[in-house]
């Protein structure tokens, strides 16, 4: 499993959306820590919950530690996403 510290550089929202894409495409289990620690309203906001269950949904993936204001999000990718011929 592949570890993504979410404070890194600007440490919004687009490292979680990123990584959970990233994920989702090569088949890796992540964990995403720290998310948008910088921040002054720091963890998952409910827009990046809905970036993060829409992707779950293409892979059938299994996610830990969604909800509001989380600060951890574990995603395990089950299915590949398919092609589109």
Same mark, same amino acid.
């Given at each position: 499993?592949?570890?993504?510290?979410?404070?890194?550089?600007?440490?919004?929202?687009?490292?979680?959306?990123?990584?959970? @894409?990233?994920?989702?495409? !090569?088949? #890796?289990?992540?964990?995403?820590?720290?998310?948008?620690? $910088?921040?002054?309203?720091? %963890?998952?906001?409910?827009?990046?919950?809905?970036?993060?269950?829409?992707?779950?949904?293409?892979?059938? @993936?299994?996610?830990?530690? !969604?909800? #509001?204001?989380?600060?951890?999000?574990?995603?395990?990718? $089950?299915?590949?996403?398919? %092609?589109?011929?």
């Amino acid at each position: 499993m592949i570890e993504v510290d979410g404070s890194f550089g600007e440490g919004g929202g687009q490292l979680l959306r990123y990584s959970v @894409a990233l994920s989702a495409i !090569l088949g #890796v289990p992540i964990k995403i820590f720290n998310i948008r620690a $910088k921040r002054s309203n720091p %963890g998952l906001r409910p827009q990046h919950m809905t970036a993060v269950k829409l992707i779950a949904s293409i892979v059938n @993936a299994e996610v830990e530690g !969604l909800k #509001v204001g989380s600060m951890t999000v574990t995603f395990k990718p $089950k299915t590949p996403p398919k %092609g589109g011929n």
